[in-house]
């Protein structure tokens, strides 16, 4: 823990960073290395925004709601020296897709053992599998490239512009032929229909498939989704791509260390500190004003809220250019997902008939068929959530026994879909809760049948939730959508991919600008470098 | 053929790989699993229970046992207090280090020695004249390592003893599942940690109530390959690795002596005589020609190394074990890093080192040998001291 007041020590600074999620306080460390006096202030008691881990019921301790760790940068950790300040990542080696009445797919560390198990349902597909985690990898050291870099601007003639284009095109042509074809499709195509190329069989397909509909407002047959498949390939452990992992004491701990490290530089944070504007003096962003009426005064005020926020209701629509209000008004948000956090008595039985729990350590998706997933995703089209989700979980506590008291767990279940604007309105959510939580537990129930027996507490979190707690426009996990025409250059709208805003001296630093969500720490990074080399603070 | 340990039928119940190795003539378990990264997070997140009954053992009693031990250690054993156990090594008569062990004081006339190698001879050959016997108990007790953060919970759970008191390098008996044994609070993985001891006939039993007790702990059995990543990151050094015994070095620049291994702390020179006091007080005087350092590779650098052919960085899988030079400023090889590892705990790419005094201080940079693409590069490293990895929960 650290402490943390809630009256800033001075009336002014160099930077406010609006927000405490990880994005802003990986923003105040590296601002505060370079020597600037920087505040961040969080309205919530606790730091983290969505990356926080919190002990709902006694010895319990829940990751809210960003859950696994896998993209966050690890030249940040190294920068930062997050190890010292607490960070440890243990990774997950297993992916569990069950099936009722079945043993189910699972997928281990140990290439031949997944071989056997996918030769279950094709010896095609097993043969291919390997080959096609080859691709993936190949495909997400181009994108490596692009999420550890400013985004490129492709309108601009400036010879560094040009420069970083050309560097990024000579990397394409060092793709093969094949190769690069597969690029394209993968920025075009469904995430099914991507894996369909390779791929024939269930439960397979839709196990794959899934992470491409994770935090987007699309089904696993709709065009756009197989980059999101990419966006989750490209996460890195030590070097080792798709290498996903759970961060010791649960995902709060990560921006703990974040905390820490901005803090061991000099930054000040506060915390329950509500921010209501920002206040703006002839265009040119001069401080903030809080909830509570205080005026802290900054050169450069910053603003780890997405994009929506920011502008719609920090700045308002009347400082702002009319296009810019548009496209941001524009800018898909659309929450889609939902949580549910279960303290358990014991490990529940799912019936498969695998001998003890090794397969439960990593990731657990219910995803039985493609039918099954864009099932759900007709409910939610129309307004409802998904009587049968689509589930992403995890039992951290079989890997990190610090999480639950000796003997029990907690469980984390990514729910999709939830969509933020139901049919009878967003606000109806409190009524729906109780329900969504039940089609979980449910769903649940259909593969470990005493799921019920083990629960102590329930937490059910919708998107209207997560807007409630974190300020997340829609509860969108990665403020705002990683569809395509959202990314890179064009995040958040076109020209403003920066970190820049209309009003001078107003930077951006959370998921909402590029490389986007996903608990990678980059956005906070680079817009710290690039305000630190264009002279923005 | 190695031989089979006490706990063998446990063993090779959970080891599913087939993954073994010989060690000091027993099969033991290199990793359980395919790939030993499971074990390994359990010994740093939660637990890990390995089986250590290869260590060589040794009974050393009667009246003049301590004169014997002080007579053989570079330490001095006299300080060592009733149920205390001491890390130590002695060497020969050029102060070059033949192994390193603990000593335990059961009583005043019982002390309790292991080794990685037979002693006996060295032991024997040191005794004359004096009251003691020494018996080499290697066959008769089974020794579990049980290590990692939670290693305290599982014990008092399975043990019937105040081992939440137990101190750093303290011993205490008690029993577990009404079977006798000696548990000590020590181990190689540089974390909290404890070793059991127990009669051959009740190795079994003890093995299955320690498991049963780190069932809700999430207790894992876990292998050498785990061990090795740990032992680097603590810094402990490993006979036949890091330095070679003085008994099997065919030339005498091979051999090290402790103040060159970074053992200089455990060396008491002033007091009676013993083995090599001699030497080491002269090169106490006039310096040691080597000292032992742990480097870190500087990361942007090796990553740099890879990315020239287009290649993500390579971390080694486990700990390695291959020594490779280390340059100085000049260029020119000053010593050699004879095992290494990613440290997934601390994010770095580790290694311990031996380096010729006078050609750098802590806190340079060296160069070390980094294999790329098939050809030889530099990396730059780092001089620390070597203990990369010491939680406070070790001592406390």
């Known amino acids: ?537 | 053929m190695p031989k089979k340990s006490p706990f063998h039928q446990r063993t090779s119940q959970f080891c599913q790989s087939m993954n073994w190795k010989d060690w000091a003539g027993y099969y033991a378990v290199v990793s359980y699993d395919t790939h030993h990264e499971q074990e390994y997070f359990a010994y740093r997140h939660a637990a890990g229970l390995m089986d250590v009954t290869p260590l060589f053992k040794y009974e050393v009693t009667g009246p003049d046992a301590l004169r014997l031990l002080s007579r053989i250690m570079a330490k001095d054993i006299s300080k060592v207090k009733q149920s205390q156990v001491t890390y130590c090594c002695w060497c020969d008569d050029d102060g070059k280090v033949l192994d390193d062990g603990t000593v335990t004081c059961l009583s005043q006339d019982h002390y309790r020695v292991t080794s990685a190698e037979p002693v006996l001879h060295w032991f024997h050959q040191n005794a004359r004249s004096l009251k003691v016997t020494i018996e080499d108990s290697t066959s008769r007790f089974g020794i579990l390592a049980l290590q990692g953060p939670l290693s305290r919970e599982i014990l008092t759970h399975a043990a019937g003893g105040d081992i939440a008191s137990l101190g750093y390098f303290r011993l205490i008996d008690c029993s577990i599942d009404k079977r006798k044994v000696t548990i000590t609070r020590t181990g190689y993985t540089g974390d909290l940690g404890y070793e059991i001891w127990c009669e051959n006939k009740d190795a079994l039993a003890v093995y299955d109530a320690v498991m049963e007790s780190g069932k809700n702990y999430q207790l894992l059995p876990a292998g050498l390959a785990a061990l090795d990543v740990a032992r680097v990151e603590a810094g402990f050094i490993l006979n036949g690795v890091d330095y070679f015994s003085a008994n099997h070095c065919v030339i005498n620049s091979r051999k090290s002596t402790p103040f060159e291994l970074n053992l200089g702390w455990s060396v008491n020179l002033d007091r009676d005589s013993f083995i090599g006091q001699q030497a080491l007080k002269k090169e106490k005087k006039e310096g040691s020609l080597w000292q032992f350092v742990g480097l870190e590779y500087d990361w942007d650098a090796y990553e740099s190394i890879f990315a020239k052919f287009d290649l993500p960085p390579q971390t080694p899988a486990g700990a390695w074990r291959t020594a490779v030079p280390v340059y100085g400023r000049n260029g020119k090889q000053i010593g050699q890093a004879t095992s290494g590892a990613w440290s997934p705990t601390l994010k770095k790419n580790l290694a311990l080192a031996s380096i010729r005094t006078g050609h750098f201080t802590m806190g340079d940079t060296l160069q070390i040998e980094v294999t790329a693409e098939y050809e030889r590069k530099r990396c730059p490293v780092k001089v620390c001291k070597p203990m990369f990895f010491n939680p406070d929960r070790k001592r406390n």
């Not at chain 1, 202030?41 to 319990?60: D, M, T, Y």
């Not at chain 1, 870099?149 to 094949?178: C, H, I, Q, V």
């Not at chain 1, 709060?252 to 329950?272: H, P």
Request: glycine share 10%.
């Open chain 1, 1 to 537: 823990m650290i402490k943390t007041v809630s009256k800033p020590k001075t009336s002014s600074y160099d930077a406010i960073i609006i927000g405490g999620g990880h994005n802003g306080l990986v923003c105040a460390a590296y601002l505060a290395k370079a020597g600037k006096s920087v505040l961040v202030v969080e309205k919530r008691p606790l730091v983290g925004g969505a990356a926080v881990s919190e002990e709902i019921v006694p010895g319990f301790t829940f990751s809210t709601f960003s859950y696994v760790v896998s993209l966050f940068r690890p030249h940040i950790i190294r920068q930062l020296d997050l190890v010292k300040h607490g960070l440890q990542i243990i990774p997950m080696e297993t992916t569990y897709n069950p099936i009722p009445g079945d043993r189910g797919l699972v997928r281990w560390a140990d290439s031949e053992r997944t071989r056997d198990e996918i030769a279950r349902f094709s010896q095609r597909d097993a043969s291919l599998y390997s080959e096609f985690g080859l691709a993936m990898g190949r495909l997400s050291r181009f994108a490596k490239n692009i999420i550890d870099t400013t985004a490129p601007e492709p309108a601009s003639l400036n010879p560094k512009e040009l420069f970083k284009l050309f560097k990024m095109a000579r990397l394409f042509k060092d793709f093969d032929g094949k190769l690069r074809y597969l690029n394209v499709k993968l920025m075009t195509m469904s995430a099914v229909d991507f894996l369909q190329e390779w791929f024939e069989s269930e439960p397979l397909l839709p196990a794959m498939a899934g992470s491409g509909i994770i935090g987007t407002f699309l089904g696993i047959r709709s065009p756009g989704t197989a980059y999101v498949l990419l966006h989750h390939y490209m996460g890195e452990i030590d070097g080792a791509f798709r290498a996903w992992g759970f961060s010791k004491g649960g995902t709060g701990q990560i921006s703990l260390a974040c905390a820490k490290a901005a803090l061991s530089f000099g930054a000040e944070i506060i915390t329950d500190a509500a921010v209501d504007h920002i206040d703006i003096k002839k265009g040119r962003a001069s401080g903030i004003v809080l909830e509570n009426g205080d005026d802290i005064r900054a050169g450069t005020v910053i603003s780890g809220l997405d994009p929506n926020r920011t502008f719609l209701k920090m700045v308002g629509e009347h400082e702002l250019p009319d296009d810019f209000v548009t496209q941001i008004k524009r800018y898909k948000n659309r929450g889609s997902s939902g949580k549910v956090n279960l303290a358990l008595s014991r490990l529940p039985n799912f019936k498969d008939g695998r001998p003890g729990h090794h397969h439960l350590k990593g990731d657990i998706t219910i995803a039985p068929s493609i039918d099954y997933v864009e099932r759900a995703y007709d409910e939610a089209k129309y307004g409802a959530f998904s009587r049968r989700p689509f589930l992403n979980i995890v039992i951290p506590s079989l890997s990190d026994p610090s999480v639950a008291p000796p003997g029990k767990h907690v469980l984390s279940a990514f729910v999709q879909y939830a969509p933020y604007n139901l049919k009878e309105g967003a606000d109806k959510w409190p009524e729906q809760r109780d329900a969504f939580g039940n089609a979980v537990i449910d769903t649940i129930e259909e593969c470990a049948p005493d799921i019920r027996d083990c629960i102590i507490h329930k937490q059910v979190i919708s998107p209207w939730d997560i807007e409630k707690m974190t300020g997340l426009t829609e509860g969108n996990i990665f403020q705002g959508e990683l569809s395509l025409e959202q990314l890179a250059f064009l995040r958040p709208v076109a020209e403003w991919s920066r970190y820049r805003t209309p009003i001078h001296k107003l930077w951006m630093c959370g998921s909402g600008t590029h490389p986007g969500g996903g608990l990678m720490g980059a956005p906070g990074e680079l817009a710290a470098k690039t305000m630190l080399t264009e002279g923005g603070v």
